[in-house]
């Protein structure tokens, strides 16, 4: 079964610096790959997408994420963190046949410190 | 345009009870899933329906059960509620056959069972 590993449940950084957020799939077919992003008591928005097109995606609010193949890799970056990007992060993948479902990984909590 | 909507926000149950969630969802979708998402853990798929019919279902016992109307409304059932059951529960719409694989989340009920 495929599945989705984000490795730091916490990352920290300052107020401008760079934001990375790890995730790492297992599939011997690409699937398709997301980010989203979920606020305090507040449900999901998706940040951005891979559906086989550009390795490199870009998102909103400055996200933007690198499909790597060779490292089964889809890692989130930001180049200036800001404090309004606090919150939980998640990784998920659709597996190739699995109509729309989508397996996410454990999240990510980003914290922003001035 | 209105987004993917769901009611109640809160609920709070007593072991052993039923329950109910609703779901709208966006405005020309007609595939929605349910996902539980236990307190610091990623979201769970629970199941999807399509055309009023369960079109797959996650690793849930036959306690949670759903249903589809005409206007792909849905609502989420769950029966004997257990302490584990306490979560956020999420749903989804998207479009069945489209291109996009997009999934938009409504903002959740939070489910607390005592």
């Known amino acids: 079964a495929q599945s989705v590993t984000q490795l730091g449940s916490h990352v920290s950084v300052s107020e401008g610096a760079l934001v ?3 995730c790492n799939y297992s599939s011997s077919v690409p699937p398709y790959l997301f980010w989203y992003v979920q606020y305090p008591n507040q449900g999901l928005q998706l940040l951005l997408k891979y559906t086989s097109a550009a390795t490199l995606v870009k998102g909103i609010n400055g996200f933007e994420a690198e499909f790597k ?3 089964t890799s889809f890692h989130l970056t930001k180049p200036s963190a800001h404090m ?4 939980e992060y998640f990784c998920a993948v659709i597996p190739s ?4 479902k989508l397996i996410f990984g454990a999240g990510t909590r980003l914290a922003v410190h001035p | 345009d209105a987004g993917v909507t769901q009611s109640p926000t809160h ?3 007593t072991r052993g009870q039923q329950v109910t969630l609703r779901c709208s969802p966006k405005s020309g979708h007609d595939t929605v899933s349910w996902y539980q998402q236990a307190l610091g853990q990623g979201p769970q ?5 399509y055309e ?3 079109r797959q279902r996650g690793n849930f016992p036959d306690r949670f059960s759903g249903h ?6 849905s609502e989420l059932n769950v029966n004997a509620l257990l302490l584990g059951d306490s979560a956020l529960y999420l749903c989804a719409s998207s479009l069945a056959g489209g291109t996009s694989y997009e999934q938009y989340f409504g903002p959740g009920t939070r489910l607390t069972v005592t």
């Open chain 2, 68 to 73: 589809q109307f005409p206007n792909y409304s």
């Open chain 2, 45 to 49: 798929f629970i199941f999807q329906y």
């Open chain 1, 84 to 87: 309004s990007d606090a919150a």
């Open chain 1, 97 to 100: 046949g699995g109509y729309n």
């Open chain 1, 20 to 22: 990375l957020l790890r």
């Open chain 1, 69 to 71: 193949k060779s490292e």
């Open chain 2, 52 to 54: 009023e019919e369960e």
């Open chain 2, 11 to 13: 609920l709070i149950k």
